[in-house]
């Protein structure tokens, strides 16, 4: 074997990082999950500082190499490109002019009620484009609530001085599942309707009247059937299994500032006034992706209590490129731009078989020269 059969060998084994990196080329279709991805780690982060405060709409190209933003106060689009971290265009709109997003092709436009035009790819005639969001089918019928059984997180958190945990009532009461929410108001549905997050605030501490009080961020499995007569329908009931739980404590003086469900809905992004923070949900668990880039200033919040954990939900225009791997929101007048990739540990191990191929070759080599010397 040659070196250049081994370079050639090493060139082959290296193509998945290469890989790692490229676009999916056909359109994520959000209700199926097909052609969708969810992304475990943060590769880089931008913030776009804006002057005019936060944009009125905002939308990001499929490839998610462009984001279109505009604003109502000054009439005026923005384009910025990821890659150079800085705005190429800009320009006024005409009156009954604004930005739009193309879902039959990820071209970002604008548009009014009789013309339209491609703002990155020009020389493509825009006719016709699909300006509607995917619409899904989340019809629940008779709602029955969410439920957890006794070992949920919410059982296990301790409430602290003179207080009983909430699970401790049907400990031995018999009961296989213990209600905890029955209605569906404050639940975030995933793309394909299978899961659901909500959150919901649980006392921590009870001292005197001065309660510590944490958020836990709970997510579900929705569970539905039909009963069915004569070959119709005559009802459908849903109810929502809990599957995990996490518990921003009190201690740690963070807020929970947006949620936003991965396109393949198998994976949960929770920014926080100070990170991070994704949920796995079809393997239950959750993991620190990054610090929140923009520092976090509690007392600059008027509306924030210090003894309390808050949904705050002051996070604006979160969206996916159609890829899955770039990830753009608002945050206090600033755009924040997130570069995902491939998980830390996939990439280590990738190295790692690599490395061991690498050396498996040299050694090959090493022994065949050696080889060819002794028969000299």
Not at 245 to 262: I, T
Not at 335 to 346: A, F, N, P, Q, T
Request: hydrophobic share 35%; net charge negative; with cysteine.
């Amino acid at each position: 074997m040659g070196l250049r059969t081994v370079a050639i060998i090493l060139l082959l084994l290296s193509a998945p990082i290469s890989v790692l990196g490229n676009s999916t080329v056909e359109l994520c279709d959000e209700r199926s999950g097909e052609n969708c991805n969810h992304y475990e780690s943060i590769n880089s982060t931008d913030v776009v500082s804006l002057e005019f405060g936060n944009p009125d709409n905002l939308e990001i190209s499929a490839d998610g190499e462009h984001i279109l933003f505009e604003s109502f106060s000054n009439t005026k689009y923005y384009l910025y490109n990821v890659d150079k971290q800085k705005v190429i265009e800009s320009d006024f709109l005409f009156p009954g002019e604004h930005i739009g997003y193309d879902w039959k092709n990820g071209y970002l436009l604008i548009s009014d009620s009789e013309t339209c035009r491609y703002v990155v790819m020009k020389s493509i005639d825009c006719f016709n484009p699909d300006l509607e969001s995917p619409s899904y089918d989340h019809s629940i019928g008779n709602y029955l609530g969410a439920y957890h059984s006794p070992d949920y997180l919410v059982c296990d958190i301790d409430p602290g001085w003179l207080a009983s945990t909430p699970c401790e009532a049907y400990e031995n009461s018999g009961r296989k599942f213990i209600p905890i929410r029955q209605h569906t108001q404050s639940a975030l549905i995933s793309p394909d309707g299978r899961y659901e997050a909500w959150s919901e605030q649980y006392v921590e501490d009870r001292e005197h009247g001065d309660d510590d009080v944490g958020l836990v961020i709970s997510t579900g499995k929705r569970i539905s059937w039909e009963i069915e007569f004569d070959n119709r329908t005559q009802e459908k009931s849903t109810i929502t299994r809990v599957i995990y739980g996490y518990l921003m404590s009190n201690e740690d003086e963070d807020d929970l500032y947006g949620r936003v469900w991965s396109q393949d809905s198998e994976y949960l992004y929770l920014i926080s006034c100070k990170e991070i923070r994704g949920i796995n949900v079809v393997e239950s668990y959750s993991e620190v992706l990054a610090d929140n880039p923009i520092e976090c200033d509690r007392d600059f919040l008027d509306e924030v209590d210090d003894d309390k954990v808050e949904n705050l939900n002051n996070i604006e225009h979160m969206k996916f490129s159609n890829d899955g791997a770039t990830l753009v929101y608002v945050q206090d007048g600033e755009i924040v731009v997130l570069k995902l990739g491939e998980s830390s540990i996939v990439i280590e191990i990738i190295v790692s078989i690599i490395f061991v191929a690498i050396c498996a070759a040299a050694y090959y080599v090493h022994k065949k020269r050696r080889g060819a010397n002794e028969t000299q």
